[in-house]
């Protein structure tokens, strides 16, 4: 399955703070968790995976479209 992915102008900001989110990292959290709605946007999806082998919770928020995928915003949650 491949996915494209896009940079919202907030992650690419973002980014330069979190470098150590890579897309692979990106794309195996939105593979591997299930399809969450986000509590403030009606058109935003989330993704909560834990991300080998640091074992590290990742969280993403993005928009999906046809195949598609928009990065919003992505952070570690600990």
């Given at each position: 399955?491949?996915?494209?992915?896009?940079?919202?102008?907030?992650?690419?900001?973002?980014?330069?703070?979190?470098?150590?989110?890579t897309d692979?990292?990106?794309e195996?959290?939105?593979?591997n968790?299930?399809?969450?709605k986000?509590?403030?946007?009606?058109d935003?999806?989330?993704?909560?995976?834990?991300?080998?082998?640091?074992?590290?919770?990742?969280?993403v928020?993005?928009?999906?479209?046809?195949n598609?995928?928009?990065?919003?915003?992505?952070y570690?949650?600990?």
């Amino acid at each position: 399955l491949f996915m494209q992915i896009d940079h919202s102008d907030y992650w690419k900001r973002k980014k330069k703070y979190r470098e150590n989110i890579t897309d692979d990292m990106i794309e195996y959290a939105i593979q591997n968790s299930n399809t969450l709605k986000d509590r403030n946007w009606e058109d935003v999806l989330n993704a909560i995976c834990r991300i080998p082998p640091s074992g590290r919770l990742l969280k993403v928020v993005y928009k999906r479209k046809a195949n598609k995928v928009k990065i919003i915003t992505a952070y570690w949650i600990d």
